[in-house]
T-cell receptor, first 112, second 118 residues
Framework: DTGVSQNPRHKITKRGQNVTFRCDPI?????LYWYRQTLGQGPEFLTY????????KSRLLSDRFSAERPKGSFSTLEIQRTEQGDSAMYLC??????????FGPGTRLTVT | AQKITQTQPGMFVQEKEAVTLDCTYD???????LFWYKQPSSGEMIFLIY??????QNATEGRYSLNFQKARKSANLVISASQLGDSAMYFC???????????????FGTGTRLQVTL
């Protein structure tokens, strides 16, 4: 069991550029979650997948954000036309059904 | 309305002492789950302990125990015999049924920064 991995760990981009993050969940976990955490706050839910189906999206998730989980394995989170307000830590978590969620190390995004 | 409230922005505890981190929650669902996570400076969220709303006994995991008082809607984390490595942010979180009818997302509090001193 290698845990949840996320790539890249850090990303610096200019405003207006597109970025994509990848999350590899624990292999036997069927649920995958994306959260965003800003400084001094707890993580906020963005979206979640059960297998390949995206079952819920937060109202925080604007049209510039899209997430996929092809084949129910790894997931990608894309942010188009980044804004400075998108700067945050993006956390991925996975679980087997309703059990506890295990988090990856996160991707820290800085938009300049 | 805030669903998870952690009123202690920061706490200090001496090594080997016990410490209680407070968490209150708000929900109208009869079925919910409460979690505590630890976030060291490295940033990774580490699962510590879980309490289900129907669990009769308080959850325990090693040095961690959850003081669950359902009527008061509180789920305080007790860390016994504190160690220097316990210094971190601690987040309380709740899982409820979502509008899709599935129990999925976690709602987190703002966290408590614990500092363990010699």
């Amino acid at each position: 069991d290698t845990g949840v991995s996320q790539n890249p760990r850090h990303k610096i981009t200019k405003r207006g550029q597109n970025v994509t993050f990848r999350c590899d969940p624990i292999s036997e976990h069927n649920r995958l979650y994306w959260y965003r955490q800003t400084l001094g706050q707890g993580p906020e839910f963005l979206t979640y997948f059960q297998n390949e189906a995206q079952l819920e999206k937060s109202r925080l998730l604007s049209d510039r954000f899209s997430a996929e989980r092809p084949k129910g394995s790894f997931s990608t989170l894309e942010i188009q036309r980044t804004e400075q307000g998108d700067s945050a830590m993006y956390l991925c978590a996975s679980s087997r059904d309703r059990t506890e969620q295990y988090f990856g190390p996160g991707t820290r995004l800085t938009v300049t | 309305a805030q669903k998870i409230t952690q009123t202690q922005p920061g706490m200090f505890v001496q090594e080997k002492e016990a410490v209680t981190l407070d968490c209150t929650y708000d929900t109208s669902d009869p079925s919910y789950g409460l979690f505590w996570y630890k976030q060291p400076s490295s940033g990774e969220m580490i699962f510590l302990i879980y309490q289900g709303s129907y669990d009769q006994q308080n959850a325990t995991e090693g040095r961690y125990s959850l003081n669950f008082q359902k009527a008061r809607k509180s789920a305080n984390l007790v860390i016994s015999a504190s160690q220097l490595g316990d210094s971190a942010m601690y987040f309380c979180a709740m899982r409820e049924l979502s509008y899709t009818g599935t129990a999925s997302k976690l709602t987190f509090g703002t966290g408590t920064r614990l500092q363990v001193t010699l």
